[in-house]
């Protein structure tokens, strides 16, 4: 009976779904071995539900890379089901490539183990770094003789492929030379075979993200979070997807981090170093701390330089806080933002901090009030496997994390997620329900004003503005309005520090070919009976949140960051970057930026938003600026490079 019901199905579907779940054992297969060869001592204490959801995300990982595997075996069994009377040269040629595919996926799988055993890491393009010298790269894996093992185990797979791969194409040929012609039937299989190999090969539903390594990152146990990975996936995207800029320590790097350490003032015994002790004149308050991080939140939408006023429950909360109104976000992407706000770095050109800058564990405000017994969350209002939020915070300290997957499924109503008042919601219903005996820390990124543009209707409030753009912002300066509203009848509101800044800003119109107004971001601190409400006007940047809100807390620590506490401290300059543009903004009012790929540069008084450029006429003032960014992105990257970069 089963065998009349798969008649039905032509000879290739049911080829490639062999061939699929084949290689899908195999991968799997591997990851078993890889857990029980490699599992540390810390990770045989790590909750039996995070080692299942890490081999869970190593389903999707196999899924990806057996989809790709399959994909030349696809085309040849589609060219012989319509050729097949004519001739066999596809058929053969279908099994010469998926053998050597699997084969090759099979060598890489079980090479893994001994560059793994090596190096701490999944096969990636630095495998390739010693190209040059295969002799060495040869010695150091196979010197160890235990290694041979894995060879063996190489060995037994591609028997195992031969026979089963063969098997399968014998079925599959005696199959197409007996079935009867239906051309129609096999186009209606083709239509549903192609949505189901772009879901394989994206590895995930999700329309904002498809797999990526961020993945992986299921909880702060490194080996753990490597457990999920595969390595044919880690390999080939680092090859072919993964366009890394070439690094090379710049050969004045010392100049460049000696100028660092001046910036940040660090008095640090070596000279290289940017280390410095930030200590507290009194006692450690373990206030509360929630940072609400707002999607495109530029100062131009509070009413400066004459724009229009769209956040008016915003700047009364300003009135009662203290304000910073020269503070700039170090980059024009939610990641820049979110990286440069909790890692304390600026961002790097054309770099996806997020995904890539998970060696190890930055010096964040999760991990510093982790080691104060608090407890830590991290909140968005979307996807939060998008740009790998999820992984980057939890690796950093942040050990709850909720988003739109928290909520009822109704409750999202766009590509961003569910609408920020309901996140607040969320978030306040989170903290109350935990026992109030530990103080904590609350990360919040919203989301609802960003495109597509969706203002929930469901609500008293309806904006009034004349674009979708502006009606968005003025429903997202509702929504602080409301959960400030609410916190305030909350029994831990007056032990809490609020923090509240842009991830970027938003480009207005004539804030020049670098808009000023997408780095203009507020910050505002808002303590209850603490903080006297104030306007601060020196310059500050994301990398000088966690100094900052340090320093409120009295908390001592080791600050590596590119940050200070700028309650107490001045810059001379701040810079950021747009992707392949550099900024930097003065303290005497100039800003100059770098158009890197239209070979252009400018400088403008920004104050007033001046037109001119300045650039000709003081040109020493715009190669000081210039210099002065370069060396600090230059030893930031170093460090970076050095200590936290993945690949």
């Known amino acids: 009976m089963p065998k009349k019901n798969f008649s039905y199905i032509p000879s290739f579907f049911l080829t490639l779904f062999k061939l699929f779940i084949l290689e899908f054992l195999i991968l799997t297969l591997c990851r078993i071995i890889f857990y029980f060869s490699f599992k540390t001592p810390e990770a045989s204490s790590i909750d039996t539900a995070v080692i299942c959801r890490a081999f869970r995300m190593g389903f999707e990982f196999d899924m990806v890379a057996t989809t790709y595997a399959i994909l030349l075996p696809t085309a040849l069994l589609l060219l012989n089901e319509f050729f097949f009377k004519r ?13 050597l595919i699997f ?43 235990s290694y041979y093992g894995y060879l063996f185990l190489f060995l037994i797979f591609a028997y195992i492929i031969y026979k089963f791969v063969k098997k399968i194409f014998v079925t599959h040929f005696y199959n197409l030379q007996n079935a009867e012609y239906k051309p129609v039937k096999i186009i209606l299989f083709i239509v549903i075979l192609i949505p189901l190999l772009i879901a394989g090969g994206r590895g995930r539903l999700s329309s904002k993200s498809t797999t990526h390594e961020g993945l992986a990152i299921v909880s702060d146990n490194l080996f753990i979070n490597q457990v999920a990975l ?39 015994n070596d000279a290289l170093s940017i280390n410095r002790e930030q200590k507290a004149d009194s006692a450690f308050k373990p206030y509360n701390v929630v940072i609400v991080c ?54 790097m050109l054309n770099e996806q901090a997020l995904r890539r800058y998970t060696k190890q564990p930055f010096t964040t405000l999760g991990n510093l009030l982790l080691a104060k017994n608090y407890n830590t969350y991290f909140f968005s209002t979307h996807d939060p496997h998008f740009d790998n939020m999820e992984g980057f915070f939890t690796q950093n300290g942040y050990k709850n994390t909720f988003s739109a997957f928290d909520l009822p499924k109704e409750k999202t109503i766009s590509v961003t997620g569910a609408p920020d008042h309901e996140i607040f919601n969320l978030f306040i ?32 409030f309806k904006p009034n503005a004349d674009t979708e753009e502006k009606r968005a912002t003025q429903y997202a300066d509702w929504a602080i309005g409301e959960f400030m509203k609410s916190v305030k009848k909350q029994s831990w509101y007056k032990n809490t520090l609020f923090v509240f800044l842009g991830d970027h800003g938003y480009s207005i119109d004539g ?57 107490k401290e001045k810059h001379p300059f701040v810079y ?17 930026y770098h158009l890197i790929s239209q070979k252009t540069k400018r400088l403008r008084k920004y104050t007033d ?38 690949y």
């Open 87 to 99: 001739t066999v040269f596809f058929h053969k040629a279908a099994i010469f490539f998926t053998i």
């Open 230 to 268: 595969n390595p044919n996936f880690t390999l080939f995207r680092s090859l072919l997807f993964q366009k890394v800029k070439d690094y090379k320590v710049p050969s004045d790097i010392n100049e460049s981090l000696l100028f660092a350490k001046h910036y940040l003032n660090s008095d640090h």
């Open 511 to 567: 804030t020049y070919e670098m808009p000023l107004s997408y780095h203009h971001i507020p910050f505002v601190l808002h303590k209850p009976n603490s903080l006297k409400a104030d306007t601060i006007h020196n310059l500050g940047y994301q990398p000088d949140v966690i100094s900052t809100v340090a320093g409120v807390l009295n908390l001592s620590f080791t600050n590596n960051t590119f940050g200070s506490n700028i309650l």
């Open 294 to 347: 707002m999607e495109s939140m530029s100062s131009y939408k509070m009413g400066i330089h004459n724009k229009e006023i769209l956040t008016p429950n915003f700047n009364a909360l300003v009135k009662e806080s203290v304000y910073f109104d020269r503070f700039f976000s170090s980059g024009i992407h939610t990641f820049n933002g979110l990286f440069s706000t909790s890692a304390g770095y600026p961002s």
């Open 609 to 646: 938003l001046d037109q001119k450029d300045y650039y000709q006429s003081n040109k020493t003032k715009a190669d000081s600026l210039e210099k002065s960014a370069k060396r600090m992105l230059d030893a930031a990257e170093y460090f970076i490079r050095k200590n936290y970069f993945s």
């Open 103 to 145: 084969w090759l996926y099979a060598f890489i799988s079980a090479a893994d183990f001994p560059y793994y055993k090596q190096f701490s890491s999944h096969l990636n393009k630095q495998a390739f770094l010693w190209a040059d010298s295969p002799a060495f790269v040869f010695k150091l894996i196979f010197g160890n003789i």
């Open 576 to 592: 950021f970057t747009a992707d392949d543009k550099i900024g930097c903004i003065s303290e005497d009012g100039y800003f100059f």
């Open 429 to 460: 219903k989170t903290v109350n329900a935990e026992k109030q005996n530990k103080p904590f820390l609350g990360f919040i990124m919203t989301g609802s004003d960003h495109g597509p543009w969706v203002v929930p209707s469901n609500i008293p």
